[in-house]
């Protein structure tokens, strides 16, 4: 038997899916192999897919450039400026000066065209910040508003000013991930865009209510207009009510992600009731196209099967979630747990089967 180890939920699961997934070579001693096993999955080429033009009522966005499928990679950067900021003392800002000075360095190693890409980032300026007129001045804001957290030991920053022009939604049809291997971010579809349609991220966790949202956005300088924010008033307040039942079952569902199977006769009716819940949950992520979190959700409702020993069930959300992991960082730990935990259900799934045989024949 395999030794999985659980990972906590933390990690921020990046979702994508099966368009550039590689098949995997599964026990082939199972008796009847789903089709889902055997497809042959290939990789899309990567011509450019995006467009950065004017977005009404945003300044500058990004636009699909052809129909994407869950899964394109839509672009593709390497930081054009990277620093590694001075640690942090507990509690305390990072020193602005030292940033300032690190900044400074990096902007002036650029080409002209590149100091160019990165002064054309909108900028969202604190009170006293406003008529700085030197460019260098005006890194700090840029940075501050652009930049994203990097590296192995996510100890850097770094600034994409093509990807920086993605826009906002909080039910975003992009998401984006640092992989460090190629040292690029790579910000895939996760679901379906049309051409000509903008792409949007998220640049803030999705979990909370519209109002809790917009508090956060508010450090960006702008008020959201997103599907999930224009809502009548109605679909507003269920939106709300999904994204709030969301964050409060991963919370729920923490503490019962092993890998146990109750002994107890109540214990067991209540794996059952978590089972059928856990599938709510997939569902309530789904409905309110939190695409993102998929991969979380779906983990959560293979072990679920598992701790009920529905082996079946549990194979196939298990590979949902390393479907989407795999997409998004195939080296990344809980892409390598949930292919773990599915060649270890696909186990107990085909041990099942073959008993069942046995006894039959
Ligand atoms: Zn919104």
Redesign the pocket.
């Given at each position: 038997m395999l030794s999985v180890t659980l990972l906590s939920l933390s990690w921020a699961v990046l979702a994508s899916s099966s368009k550039c997934i590689l098949p995997i070579s599964y026990s082939s001693q199972i008796y009847e192999v789903p089709a889902w096993l055997s497809l042959n999955y290939s990789c899309t080429g990567s011509a450019q897919l995006w467009e950065a033009r004017p977005s009404p009522g945003k300044g500058m966005g990004v636009f699909a450039t052809r129909a994407l499928e869950p899964g394109d990679i839509i672009l593709e950067e390497p930081p054009i400026i990277k620093i590694i900021p001075p640690d942090f003392r507990d509690g305390a800002a990072y020193p602005l000066s030292s940033i300032d000075m690190l900044l400074n360095s990096a902007f002036d190693a650029l080409s002209e065209e590149k100091q160019a890409e990165v002064m054309s980032l909108h900028a969202h300026l604190t009170p006293g910040e406003e008529n700085k007129e030197s460019a260098n001045r005006m890194l700090i804001p840029i940075f501050r508003s652009n930049a994203y957290i990097v590296g192995k030991t996510n100890t850097e920053l770094g600034l994409f000013p093509k990807g920086a022009r993605i826009n906002?939604?909080?039910?975003p049809n992009s998401s984006q991930v640092w992989i460090d291997k190629i040292g690029k971010r790579v910000v895939r579809a996760v679901r379906h865009i049309e051409e000509g349609e903008e792409v949007f991220a998220t640049y803030i966790p999705l979990l909370r209510d519209?109002k809790a949202?917009q508090q956060r956005l508010d450090q960006y300088g702008f008020k959201?207009?997103?599907s999930?924010?224009t809502h009548d008033r109605a679909t507003q307040a269920a939106s709300d009510r999904r994204r709030d039942d969301i964050r409060k079952a991963f919370a729920d569902f923490e503490p019962q992600l092993t890998l146990t199977v109750p002994q107890s006769i109540a214990g067991r009716k209540r794996a059952e009731k978590n089972a059928a819940a856990s599938e709510d949950l997939a569902r309530l992520v789904e409905e309110e196209g939190l695409a993102d979190y998929y991969a979380q959700a779906y983990r959560i409702v293979a072990l679920s099967y598992a701790r009920i020993e529905k082996w079946e069930a549990a194979t196939r959300w298990a590979h949902k979630s390393y479907e989407l992991n795999l997409a998004a960082d195939e080296d990344a730990p809980n892409t390598l747990e949930m292919r773990a935990l599915t060649e270890h259900f696909i186990q107990n799934w085909n041990t099942d089967l073959y008993n069942k045989s046995n006894q039959h024949g």
């Open positions: 906002h939604s909080c039910r519209h949202r959201c207009t997103c999930a924010c």
